[in-house]
């Protein structure tokens, strides 16, 4: 019987991934192909569905870290491999039922900091989030190239406050100008991913937010998160093998 690690267990970063398991199921000629045609991107899947991992690989791609790719589809491709600054936000992180926009601002402008330390710039961050988002895209642009902007679980601020009218309006609006961002700076921009669980046809907030190409339902994109049938008798047919017939196997049983 096979005995490879395995990346099971909600492992979220692609570099981790590469790294220290035996198995990656390529979704990087996907990454390729939506990083090639499009300059904004919008996903939605349920939670617990690669989102996160699928993020990180984009992030990992812009940054140009090459040898974790090796062996991976893209590496056959004309990809220039040329580093961006990636500005990399979870939404997903912090608790937003109780002073839910204010603890909005704390969570992304934590983030936003973080992201100035990586690439060591200067802005001085305020309780505006949208300009704070406005300042780092245009300094990292000014002093290193147009940034990568990737943003996981966008509305889950929203979904965990839908019970709370008054704070998830609150929140609502704070994110709709944190999102118009990306419409007044995308000539700083190289490509911007937005992930969540609720398509933006549901929700008004994205009015001021440049019409992304919502690749959710699109058939071709399909398996760009998840493991299908083929991807799951193939990339772990060994151990597949080596369960007993009697619970799923395949010859040669053990």
């Known amino acids: 019987m096979a005995n490879r690690k395995l990346p099971i267990g909600g492992v979220q970063t692609f570099s981790k991934v590469r790294e220290e398991y035996d198995v990656y199921v390529d979704k990087t000629m996907h990454i390729y192909d939506i990083a090639s045609r499009y300059?904004?991107?919008?996903?939605?899947?349920?939670?617990?569905?690669?989102?996160?991992?699928?993020?990180?690989?984009?992030k990992s791609l812009f940054c140009a870290e090459k040898e974790l790719f090796e062996g991976l589809a893209i590496i056959e491709t004309d990809w220039k491999w040329k580093a961006h600054p990636v500005i990399h936000l979870d939404l997903s992180t912090g608790d937003y039922t109780s002073n839910g926009s204010d603890n909005l601002v704390v969570n992304l402008n934590r983030q936003l900091k973080q992201t100035c330390e990586s690439y060591d710039i200067k802005v001085e961050i305020s309780d505006n989030i949208a300009n704070n988002l406005a300042?780092?895209?245009?300094?990292?642009?000014?002093?290193?190239?147009?940034?990568?902007?990737?943003?996981?679980?966008?509305?889950?601020?929203?979904?965990?406050?839908?019970?709370?009218?008054?704070?998830?309006?609150?929140?609502?609006?704070?994110?709709?100008?944190?999102?118009?961002v990306i419409k007044q700076t995308d000539?700083?921009?190289?490509?911007?991913?937005?992930?969540?669980?609720?398509?933006?046809?549901?929700?008004?907030?994205?009015?001021?937010?440049?019409?992304?190409?919502?690749?959710?339902?699109?058939?071709?994109y399909g398996d760009i998160c998840g493991i299908t049938q083929e991807e799951l008798e193939t990339c772990f047919a060994l151990e597949i093998e080596g369960v007993p017939r009697e619970h799923g196997g395949r010859p040669p049983y053990l």
């Not at 300059?39 to 984009?58: D, E, M, N, Q, Y």
């Open 39 to 58: 300059t904004t991107v919008f996903l939605a899947r349920p939670r617990r569905f690669g989102k996160s991992l699928l993020c990180s690989t984009i």
């Open 187 to 220: 000539r700083f921009l190289r490509f911007s991913f937005v992930t969540g669980v609720t398509k933006f046809a549901q929700i008004s907030m994205f009015s001021g937010f440049n019409q992304p190409k919502d690749i959710s339902m699109i058939p071709k």
């Open 135 to 180: 300042l780092v895209i245009a300094e990292l642009h000014k002093h290193i190239e147009k940034a990568v902007l990737v943003i996981d679980e966008y509305d889950y601020p929203l979904l965990s406050t839908m019970n709370q009218p008054e704070l998830n309006a609150d929140i609502r609006e704070k994110l709709k100008g944190f999102f118009g």
